[in-house]
Every structure is written in C-alpha cells, then in structure tokens.
C-alpha cells in the first residue's frame, strides 16, 4: 500500500471507531444514568429492552452497510444513476419499516416485554422502554443509512462528528431528563431517540454545502432491488438479531442461574462489551468504502493489503481493550452498582475478565464478515456470521451454563468466537487455494 493508501485506511478507520464508540454510548449511558435513578431493577428491566433495539438496529445496519457497499461499487464503475437507485430504495424501506415498527410500540409495548421476560417488579420499566425506542425506530434506521452513505461519499469526518453529537447529546439529556426533570425509564428512552435526530441534524450539512455524489430521485420501488441490497448487509443484520436472540437466552439463562442480581451483573457486563464491539465494528465500516472502491476497480494488491492491515489492526485493539478491562474492572463496576452490591460485583468481575477474551477472535471474525460484504461474497459473510450470531453460541451456553453454570456463560461467548476464526481460517484458505488453482491451470 502507498503513503497515501495507508492514510486512507488510518483515516477511515479512526474516524469510524470513534464514531461508533460514540454510538455505543448511547446504551452504556442509560445503564449508568438508570443504575444511579433506578437501581438493579433498572438495569435489568434495560437489559430486557435492549433486545428489540438491537433489531432496529440491525435493520438499519443491513439497509445502511449493504445500500453502501453496492454504492460505492457503482460510484467507482461511473453508473451514477444505479448509484442514486440504491440510495432512494434505502431511504424509502426505512420509513415503511420504521412506521411497521411504530403501530408495533403503540399497540404491542406490553405483552412484548412479557415476552422477553419481565416480571412484575421490572414489566413497567419495560414498557416504556420499548414504547419510546419502537416509536422512534425510523430516525434509528435513516441515522444508519445517513452516516454510512455520507461515509461512502467521502465525507468519514462529517459521519463521525454526527455520531460523537448524537452520542454527547443523549448522555446531557439522559441526566437532564432522569435527574432534574425525573422522568424515569420513559426519559432514559427519550434521551436515547433523541440521538439520532440530532445526528440527522449534523448531517444535512452534507447537502447544504451541496456535497453529496448521491441523491433521492423518482424511482419505482422495486423489491429486486432491495434484495439485492438486503443480501449484501444481511450479515450485518445477522450480527444485530443475533445479538438479540443470544441477549433474550442469556437473560434466561442468568435469570434461572442468578434471578434479578446476576441479570444485573450481565447487563453490566453486556453494555461494555457493547462499547469493545463497537470499536471492531468501526474498524469494519471503516475498511468497508475502501475495499468496496477497490473491488470496483479490480485492485486486488490493495484488496489483500487493506485486509492485512485490518487484521493487524484488530489484534492489536483486542489487546488494547483486554487490558484496559483486566485492570479497570473494580473501577468499571464500580460506576454501574449503584447499591453497591458485593454478589453484582464479584459475578460482573469473574464476567468481564473472562468474556472479553473472546474479542481476541471477535474481531478477525468481524473484519472478515465486513471484507466479504464489500467484495459481494455475500454467503461466505453469511456463513461467518449466522455461525457467531446464534447457530454455536446458542447450543454452547446452554451446555457450558449446565457445567459451570456463571462461568459456563461467560465462556460462551470466548469458544464461539475461537471456533468461528477457525472457520474464517478455512474459508480464507479455501478461497486461497482456488484462486493458486485457477491462476495454475490459466499459466497452462
């Protein structure tokens, strides 16, 4: 890679995970402001509710890092017009699924949090939870599509002060809105949705200035499309609803192992995790343009050394991250245990030293989704990501949580994510030893 390639790549990346960490705030600065106002029951009722925001999440992910991906492929061919087809079909499915998602809040708030396992001392909370973040869902998915197209239009920097002021906002208005104004969970939920409208905000600065390579045009909503989209970001949106399903089955699990205490130490554990998953999955959006403008003009060196360089990468902030954790868990606990309870802090110790090990193979298996997205291997990304979403973390807790019950769960998650990188492992090589075939029999 030349000077100028390898300050792309530090430039993309940078601006991205520190975008995404801003994200991840939004959710961590609940936890903390709702175990100061709420107590554990709080903290769980939260834990319930992150589920269903995972799946809009996930939506947003798919349309967002899909739409992108296919953009900057046609950007780099010069079909301008196609390009601005696939940004229209992005922008139009977000408000048919964010209204969807809003008559599901309206009218379904309740017997979904039952669903997902509230009793009577947490059902309320959950409530209004899901209530608020349901009604807001399409501002959730429009962020997503926004940043990640404005990113593609190499603008990183403007995607990146939207995501900090979003994120900076909701954690002012979490206080204003718990602390003076005692809203409750409900302004928790609000501080929260409010978010992503001020990162709209941010950037329709992209448009003003007259910027943007791409544009909304009157196109015929056409499925075809939208499938072809959804097929690229699909392993985006594994990731989220897997997240999801694996959250509701820990929740159950811990419940039946710990009650309402260990709910409350995995909810502290979860909500930091969110924020080391969000620094990988920066650093994936962060190498998608790049690889996705390389792939569009067949530069397969730069292909190989961006991957190398991410990889690389990835190791290096695992260590990072482990580290940080290891020797900051007291600490990091401590902000979040309001009551401070000596069962909450021993279970989310033991938890937080043993789950983030697994972000030593996360986040190759991240990268490695994120490359075969953008390079339009969509079943190869699916495979990796159907894998570590649910199909062998599911079956592992519910064995290891058998054995070693607490420490059977926080292992899980660690195995999963060491055996998936053995499947990326024979992928890659797979993939490797076919092309050294090919170029063989075309030398003949």
């Known amino acids: 890679m030349d000077e100028s390639g390898l300050k792309q790549f530090i430039r993309y990346i940078s601006l991205s995970i520190l975008g995404m960490i801003g994200i991840s705030c939004y959710i961590l600065a609940d936890t903390f402001f709702i175990s100061r106002a709420l107590g554990p029951s709080g903290i769980a009722a939260l834990n319930l509710s992150i589920s269903v925001y995972s799946v ?19 950007k780099s061919k010069k ?21 969807i998602f809003a008559i599901i809040g309206f009218f379904f708030s309740r017997p979904l949090g039952c669903l997902l396992g509230a009793n009577h001392e947490t059902l309320g909370m959950t409530e ?6 349901l009604f807001f869902a399409v501002f959730f998915l429009l962020n997503n599509i926004m940043i990640s197209f ?5 603008n990183p920097k403007l995607s990146m002060i939207a995501m900090l002021t ?26 929260t949705c409010l978010a992503p409208v001020i990162s709209l905000g941010v950037l329709s600065i992209h448009f003003i200035r007259k910027n943007n ?16 989209i959804s097929a690229l970001g699909l392993s985006a949106f594994i990731n989220e609803i897997s997240s999801a399903v694996v959250l509701i089955i820990f929740n159950l699990v811990i419940l039946n192992l710990e009650g309402n205490i260990g709910l409350a130490s995995y909810g502290i554990v979860a909500n930091i995790a969110l924020v080391g998953l969000a620094i990988f999955t920066g ?3 962060g190498i998608q343009p790049i690889i996705s403008q390389a792939y569009g003009l067949n530069d397969k060196v730069l292909l190989k050394k961006i991957l190398k360089y991410a990889i690389v990468t990835a190791i290096v902030l695992a260590v990072l991250v482990y580290l940080g954790v290891f020797y900051n868990s007291k600490n990091i606990i401590h902000l979040f245990n309001n009551e401070q309870n000596p069962q909450i802090s021993q279970i989310a110790k033991r938890g937080l030293n043993i789950y983030f090990m697994g972000f030593f193979f996360a986040g190759i298996n991240i990268c490695m ?76």
Not at 86 to 95: D, G, R
Not at 150 to 154: A, E, G, I, K, P
């Open 150 to 154: 404005v990113r593609n239009d190499n």
């Open 213 to 228: 390579g791409f544009h909304y045009i009157r196109y015929i909503f056409q499925i075809s499309c939208l499938i072809d």
């Open 56 to 74: 809009i999440h996930g939506l947003g992910l798919m349309l967002a890092i899909g739409g992108a991906s296919k953009y900057s492929i046609l």
């Open 166 to 191: 979003g994120s900076l906002s909701n954690i002012l208005l979490d206080y204003i809105f718990m602390f003076p104004l005692k809203m409750g969970m409900f302004g928790a939920a609000f501080a």
């Open 283 to 285: 650093l994936a959006q």
């Open 128 to 133: 209004s939870y899901l209530k608020t973040i």
């Open 369 to 444: 989704a994120m490359y075969l997205t953008a390079t339009e291997q969509a079943r190869n990304a699916f495979i990796i990501s159907i894998l570590r979403g649910c199909l062998i973390i599911v079956p592992m807790v519910l064995l290891l949580s058998s054995w070693w019950k607490m420490t059977g769960v926080w292992l899980s998650f660690v195995f999963t994510e060491f055996f998936v990188t053995i499947v990326v492992s024979f992928i890659w090589l797979l993939k490797s030893d076919l092309a050294i075939k090919l170029q063989f029999e075309n030398s003949r």
């Open 79 to 99: 079909e301008d017009e196609e390009a601005d087809k696939v940004f229209t079909i992005c922008f139009k499915s977000s408000f048919i699924i964010g209204m």
